[in-house]
């Protein structure tokens, strides 16, 4: 009996591999969604889902594409607005329900940006760059950390 995996193995495994990936090829953004997902875990927060992602394309009255995110976790759901400028980097306004006072990090393709929610749960970051982008709220009721999403 020969060992596993000898020769014949080895080609045959790797035209199956080279058949996946030209067939079905992972996205490019996922080792950043993987860094992110690793590097931001916290064993303490409650993970808030993707919930309804919506696009809008420009239009007469608009002239930047606009997405609206919705997550939902731990008692918080956080809303997500993303609007594309003209040089590709985004404007980020978030709501947090119920409203609330918090801590607000966006872990994304430039590093980890803080910023505070005021009293009616609003916040927002100006000039984050295309990328994969993750947020971790920490309010009176803990911390809630998104999954991550391509922005």
Do not use: C, K, Y
């Not at 020769?7 to 996205?27: I, K, M």
């Not at 947020?135 to 922005?151: F, R």
């Amino acid at each position: 009996m020969s060992e596993w995996p000898d020769a014949l193995d080895d080609e045959v495994l790797a035209g199956l591999r080279a058949g996946f990936d030209a067939s079905d090829p992972p996205p490019p953004f996922l080792d950043d969604l993987v860094v992110l997902a690793l590097g931001s875990a916290r064993l303490d927060a409650e993970v808030a889902r993707l919930v309804d992602d919506a696009a809008v394309a420009p239009g007469a009255r608009a002239s930047t594409r606009v997405r609206t995110l919705r997550f939902e976790g731990g008692g918080t759901t956080v809303l997500l607005s993303v609007a594309e400028g003209p040089t590709g980097a985004r404007r980020v306004d978030g709501w947090l329900v119920p409203a609330a006072a918090a801590g607000v990090a966006l872990h994304g393709p430039a590093g980890t940006v803080t910023v505070d929610a005021d009293a009616s749960g609003r916040f927002s970051f100006e000039g984050v760059p295309a990328g994969a982008a993750q947020l971790v709220v920490q309010g009176p009721s803990g911390v809630v950390v998104t999954t991550a999403v391509q922005l």
